[in-house]
């Protein structure tokens, strides 16, 4: 694997791959890989020449400190995962790379980045886009993959892309989200549940479940008070938001035949630790 920390070097390699008509995949994570970032590459293993993956820890987009102090990192375990499942590619920069000077950059995304993740964690879509805007200039990739797991940020990045990201020709793709066996959805934030929040957290994706079977029996607030009210039973549990909306828009809905497509998002905390996850109703 050919690991580059500069913008320069790395813009260099992409760009000769292209002249010679190489498709370039691309998977943007934060490190501390697991299955869920795997399954991104081995998507983008198969649809293009080269895989590329950037591990960066963005400040930028973390709203709560502790929550950036906190985030594992573990660059050489990473490197021998991405090196098992042959990436072509690693780039992995430090912070001076990426913000040399701070990027006082505004996005604006409409409605979408002002709900859900964008209310209750202010400034943290600004930060991602500010970070992978700045990726997307330096890897111009063919196809860039995206986890459902965070399925606001996947219609926010294809949003970038339309709005502010032209002059390029990225395509967005998304991939489902892969979950551990008792269904708790993968994140690099479970290692630090302790072993008692982390059998806890298998609450919140059960009741999705659940849910799910329930759709035909309840109503949109019923269903929405059923998945609050049990994973609230849990002491180690506590919803931050819990909600169900047309999955094109986003747009909360109140009546099961208002949208098409309809997902349920959810955001828990697990003792200080912040977990998200959704499912699609359909
Ligand atoms: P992160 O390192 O958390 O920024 O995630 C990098 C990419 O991996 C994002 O596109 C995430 O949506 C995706 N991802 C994280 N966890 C999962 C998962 N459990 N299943 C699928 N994709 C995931």
Same mark, same amino acid.
């Given at each position: 694997?050919?690991?580059?920390?500069?913008?320069?070097?790395?813009?260099?390699?992409?760009?000769?791959?292209?002249?010679?008509?190489?498709?370039?995949?691309?998977?943007?994570?934060?490190?501390?890989?697991?299955?869920?970032?795997?399954?991104?590459?081995?998507?983008?293993?198969?649809?293009?020449?080269?895989?590329?993956?950037?591990?960066?820890?963005?400040?930028?987009?973390?709203?709560?400190?502790? !929550?950036? /102090?906190?985030? %594992?990192?573990? &660059?050489?375990?990473?490197?021998?995962? +991405?090196?098992?499942?042959?990436?072509?590619? =690693?780039?992995?920069?430090?912070?001076?790379?990426?913000?040399?000077?701070?990027?006082?950059?505004?996005?604006?995304?409409?409605?979408?980045?002002?709900?859900?993740?964008?209310?209750?964690?202010?400034?943290?879509?600004?930060?991602?886009?500010?970070?992978?805007?700045?990726?997307?200039?330096?890897?111009?990739?063919?196809?860039?993959?995206?986890?459902?797991?965070?399925?606001?940020?996947?219609?926010?990045?294809?949003?970038?892309?339309?709005?502010?990201?032209?002059?390029? !020709?990225? /395509?967005?793709? %998304?991939?489902? &989200?892969?979950?551990?066996?008792?269904? +708790?959805?993968?994140?690099?934030?479970?290692? =630090?549940?302790?072993?008692?929040?982390?059998?806890?957290?298998?609450?919140?994706?059960?009741?999705?479940?659940?849910?799910?079977?329930?759709?035909?029996?309840?109503?949109?607030?019923?269903?929405?008070?059923?998945?609050?009210?049990?994973?609230?039973?849990?002491?180690?549990?506590?919803?931050?938001?819990?909600?169900?909306?047309?999955?094109?828009?986003?747009?909360?809905?109140?009546?099961?035949?208002?949208?098409?497509?309809?997902?349920?998002?959810?955001?828990?905390?697990?003792?200080?630790?912040?977990?998200?996850?959704? &499912?699609?109703?359909?």
């Amino acid at each position: 694997m050919e690991i580059y920390k500069t913008k320069q070097e790395v813009n260099n390699r992409i760009n000769e791959l292209k002249k010679q008509g190489k498709t370039i995949g691309f998977v943007p994570t934060m490190g501390a890989l697991h299955e869920g970032h795997l399954s991104l590459i081995r998507c983008s293993k198969r649809d293009n020449d080269i895989t590329v993956v950037s591990i960066f820890v963005n400040p930028t987009q973390f709203n709560d400190p502790k !929550d950036l /102090e906190r985030y %594992p990192r573990m &660059i050489d375990k990473d490197i021998e995962k +991405l090196e098992a499942e042959k990436v072509d590619i =690693l780039f992995a920069p430090d912070e001076k790379e990426m913000y040399p000077e701070p990027d006082t950059r505004q996005f604006d995304f409409g409605y979408l980045d002002k709900i859900l993740e964008g209310k209750h964690r202010q400034g943290h879509f600004n930060g991602v886009a500010q970070v992978v805007s700045k990726l997307f200039d330096i890897i111009p990739a063919t196809r860039a993959y995206f986890g459902k797991k965070d399925y606001q940020q996947y219609l926010i990045m294809r949003e970038l892309v339309k709005r502010y990201m032209q002059h390029l !020709d990225i /395509e967005i793709i %998304p991939c489902p &989200i892969i979950r551990e066996k008792d269904g +708790l959805a993968m994140s690099s934030r479970n290692l =630090l549940l302790s072993p008692e929040q982390r059998k806890s957290a298998a609450l919140i994706s059960q009741t999705l479940f659940r849910a799910k079977e329930l759709t035909n029996m309840m109503s949109v607030g019923e269903l929405k008070q059923f998945v609050v009210d049990t994973i609230n039973q849990n002491p180690h549990l506590k919803v931050e938001y819990f909600e169900i909306a047309d999955a094109e828009t986003l747009l909360p809905i109140e009546n099961w035949d208002e949208a098409k497509e309809k997902i349920g998002l959810i955001a828990v905390y697990c003792g200080e630790i912040r977990l998200i996850d959704n &499912i699609e109703f359909n």
